[in-house]
């Protein structure tokens, strides 16, 4: 059974337009660049794009789409959107509301300014910190200075270290060079960061000599040169193609697939596993001849 349904907001939810990406001409944040005396206006534009299948919820009876109801847990009635609070629960079951001018009394200096604290070595932040990059574009009056920073950057292979409020929450940022264009990276605070020492890692026998060369080995023959484009979402077009499927069979069962037999969890012969792995590199090296301006490892 396939379900129709005319209601497009159905399959929209909030934060889809910031999830969509792409460049509609409309910033989400207006302000400048500021380091030392340096004020560069600028405006800032998503730097990623997602796109994501979206499901409804249906009544499995029937296909009719299924409502969310914002419901108050005290006694299971409709609360519409102009009775609806922002609450901070300070205690178990204890609440205090905060309004709009509440988060306007927040004093945070340049609000509207992506202020540069710092700049450092760009090779020594672990990307681990680096979150979400959106593009910034120069506004009237700041093409010189924008690309003034961006040239320095750069050459320099430093990035500025920024902190930004964007949406009433204070972000630590990264601005870098990226081509013709400033970057603005969102970051985590360090405390964000969950403590790497809390997890157990192998501190006893190590790989011998023989297994780190054919690891290394095995490293530089599957080396290639850095191409986005090689790489894509199979499971996203996989599973169109099932959607596909049972759209044209009518919303039928498909034949089950046979299952995938995982991988051994544990490896008991480092040096055997690595030289199939070699042997499998090598293999794939000779059956796939390497393109026109690309390196062969």
Same mark, same amino acid.
């Given at each position: 059974?396939?379900?129709?349904?005319?209601?497009?907001?159905?399959?929209?939810?909030?934060?889809?337009?910031?999830?969509? +990406? +792409?460049?509609?001409?409309?910033? &989400?944040?207006? +302000?400048?660049?500021? %380091? #030392?005396? @340096?004020?560069?206006?600028?405006? *800032?534009?998503?730097?990623?794009? /997602?796109?994501?299948?979206? %499901?409804?919820?249906?009544?499995?009876?029937?296909?009719?789409?299924?409502?969310?109801?914002?419901?108050?847990?005290?006694?299971?009635?409709?609360?519409?959107?102009?009775? !609806?609070?922002?609450?901070?629960?300070?205690?178990?079951?204890?609440?205090?509301? $905060?309004?709009?001018?509440?988060?306007? /009394?927040?004093? $945070?200096?340049?609000?509207?300014?992506?202020?540069? @604290?710092?700049? @450092?070595?760009?090779?020594? !932040?672990?990307?681990?910190?680096?979150?979400?990059?959106?593009?910034?574009?120069?506004?009237?009056?700041?093409?010189?200075?924008?690309?003034?920073? /961006?040239?320095?950057?750069?050459?320099?292979?430093?990035?500025? !270290?920024?902190?930004?409020?964007?949406?009433?929450?204070?972000?630590?940022?990264?601005?870098?060079?990226?081509?013709? $264009?400033?970057?603005?990276? &969102?970051?985590? %605070?360090?405390?964000? $960061?969950?403590?790497?020492?809390? %997890?157990?890692?192998?501190?006893?026998?190590?790989?011998?000599?023989?297994?780190?060369?054919?690891?290394?080995?095995?490293?530089?023959?599957?080396?290639?040169?850095?191409?986005?484009?090689?790489?894509?979402?199979?499971?996203?077009?996989?599973?169109?193609?099932?959607?596909?499927?049972?759209?044209?069979?009518?919303?039928?069962? *498909?034949?089950?697939?046979?299952?995938?037999?995982?991988?051994? #969890?544990?490896? !008991?012969?480092?040096?055997?596993? *690595?030289?199939?792995?070699?042997?499998?590199?090598?293999?794939?090296?000779?059956?796939?001849?390497?393109?026109?301006?690309? /390196?062969?490892?």
């Amino acid at each position: 059974m396939v379900a129709h349904t005319s209601d497009k907001k159905r399959n929209t939810r909030a934060g889809d337009d910031e999830e969509s +990406g +792409g460049r509609s001409g409309r910033a &989400l944040w207006q +302000g400048a660049i500021s %380091f #030392g005396l @340096v004020t560069i206006p600028v405006s *800032l534009h998503l730097a990623t794009r /997602r796109e994501e299948l979206k %499901f409804n919820l249906l009544r499995k009876t029937d296909l009719s789409p299924v409502n969310f109801k914002r419901v108050a847990a005290v006694d299971g009635k409709e609360v519409p959107w102009d009775q !609806i609070v922002k609450g901070y629960q300070y205690e178990k079951g204890k609440y205090v509301v $905060l309004k709009d001018e509440d988060f306007k /009394r927040v004093d $945070l200096e340049a609000t509207d300014t992506i202020d540069i @604290v710092d700049f @450092v070595e760009l090779a020594e !932040i672990n990307p681990i910190y680096f979150m979400r990059p959106y593009y910034m574009e120069p506004l009237r009056g700041g093409g010189g200075a924008y690309a003034l920073l /961006r040239d320095v950057l750069a050459k320099t292979q430093k990035a500025g !270290i920024a902190k930004v409020v964007i949406r009433t929450r204070q972000h630590l940022a990264a601005v870098k060079a990226n081509g013709q $264009l400033l970057v603005l990276e &969102l970051m985590h %605070f360090a405390d964000e $960061l969950v403590n790497p020492g809390t %997890f157990a890692v192998p501190s006893k026998k190590l790989p011998g000599r023989r297994e780190a060369e054919m690891a290394e080995t095995l490293v530089n023959q599957m080396t290639t040169r850095w191409d986005p484009r090689r790489y894509n979402d199979e499971y996203a077009s996989a599973l169109m193609k099932v959607i596909k499927r049972k759209v044209a069979t009518g919303g039928k069962s *498909l034949p089950a697939q046979p299952e995938h037999r995982r991988a051994a #969890g544990n490896v !008991i012969d480092l040096a055997a596993v *690595l030289q199939r792995s070699l042997d499998a590199a090598g293999r794939g090296r000779r059956t796939s001849a390497p393109k026109k301006g690309v /390196r062969a490892a």
